[in-house]
């Protein structure tokens, strides 16, 4: 099998003939100490990842000569630090009638695919191409600030729902120029949780956000896409919500807040693949490149018997990883995920 293969076998519940690794965001200072001036695409290609994944773009404006804070196309103030994602500090939307003047970004301007539509020339059909972006909650929080925004969802609910219902219909619109590009796979990446639970109800994410996923999910797979959902946090009260919008995987399923990959396999294992559980806060940062092994063995004792996983680390592969311990866990997962499994 190549890695597109495996990828569809897994996602499609079925036995591939080695776990998938299915890494999606890595941070550059990673990739540059492990090879120097190359690309992620030249990363993947030498390591044999089984995926290639890009966020879409966004261009950013400085707001302050020591070019420390950024806005961004949505209008949103963003300080970017030196890992993979940028923070959030200043908000557009102070009340209702700047939503009436508001214009989202384009999906289609010319740079938003631009690194997916190189992977796409490079890899169809050997590797999936997977396109990350939001879905219904993040891009709207971050639109109002986040006390705001859930302050919204019980006084003004209207008022947050258009500003739901206009970031999923810019969501929809970048999946289909996406899938119009070559696209294999969406990853939608809003984080609902904390370790200690959902940021909200379970009753309060089906009326406000499962919706706008369900509808991104939807355009996907009339697409012919697959949708593997990205959430952090304990999200156990948050699985059964989330099946329902019709998602072929879930990720990461961290293990710090005390979920169990084993019992997720269990519960959900023949109705969704799993991706996901390396401990990437210890294991992965550890000193000891055999607990990334060991690790790496309970993932695949947990998660990979009968199909239907991929392993990936529990969030992503941050800068506090060592370059061994990444090189460590690709080696182990290769070696060690062949089926059928002896471990």
């Known amino acids: 099998m190549n890695s597109y293969e495996r990828v569809l076998t897994a996602l499609n519940l079925g036995v591939p003939d080695r776990v998938p690794i299915f890494e ?3 941070a550059p200072k990673v990739i540059e100490s492990i090879l120097p001036g190359e690309t992620l695409e030249d990363m993947v290609e030498k390591y044999n990842l089984d995926a290639i994944y890009y966020r879409e773009t966004y261009q950013y404006e400085p707001i302050d000569p020591q070019k420390k804070y950024f806005r961004d196309e949505w209008g949103i103030v963003m ?3 030196d890992d993979i994602m940028p923070s959030p500090v200043n908000s557009p939307l102070k009340n209702e009638e700047d939503l009436r003047k508001f214009c989202p970004p384009d999906p289609r301007a010319p740079h938003r695919l631009a690194n997916l539509t190189s992977a796409v020339r490079r890899f169809k059909g050997v590797k999936p191409v997977v396109l990350g972006m939001s879905d219904s909650f ?6 109002r600030g986040m006390s705001d925004f859930l302050m919204d969802l019980i006084m003004n609910p209207l008022f947050a729902k258009k500003i739901i219902d206009m970031v999923v219909e810019y969501n929809c619109e970048l999946i289909r120029a996406g899938a119009q590009i070559g696209v294999d796979i969406i990853r939608p990446t809003d984080d609902y949780a904390f370790n200690t639970g959902p940021m909200m109800s379970s009753q309060m994410w089906q009326n406000f956000f499962q919706p706008g996923l369900k509808k991104i999910v939807e355009t996907a797979h009339n697409l012919g896409l697959k949708v593997v959902k990205h959430t952090d946090g304990l999200i156990t009260q948050l699985v059964e919500p989330l099946l329902e919008t019709g998602i072929d995987a879930l990720h990461p399923i961290e293990p710090l807040p005390g979920q169990s990959l084993a019992e997720f396999k269990k519960r959900f294992g023949r109705r969704i693949c799993l991706i996901g559980n390396l ?5 992965l940062t550890s000193e000891s490149t055999e607990a990334v092994v060991e690790d790496v063995r309970r993932c695949l ?43």
Do not use: Q
Request: charged letters at 15%; proline letters at 7%.
């Open 138 to 143: 993040a891009i709207p929080w971050k639109l």
């Open 24 to 26: 999606c965001a890595m």
């Open 79 to 81: 300080m970017l630090g």
């Open 279 to 283: 401990n990437c806060k210890e294991a």
């Open 301 to 343: 004792k947990e998660g990979a018997a009968d199909g239907g996983y991929m392993i990936a680390s529990s969030n992503s592969i941050h800068s506090g990883v060592p370059p061994k311990n990444f090189l460590a866990y690709i080696e182990a997962a290769r070696t060690l995920g062949k089926y059928p499994l002896a471990l």
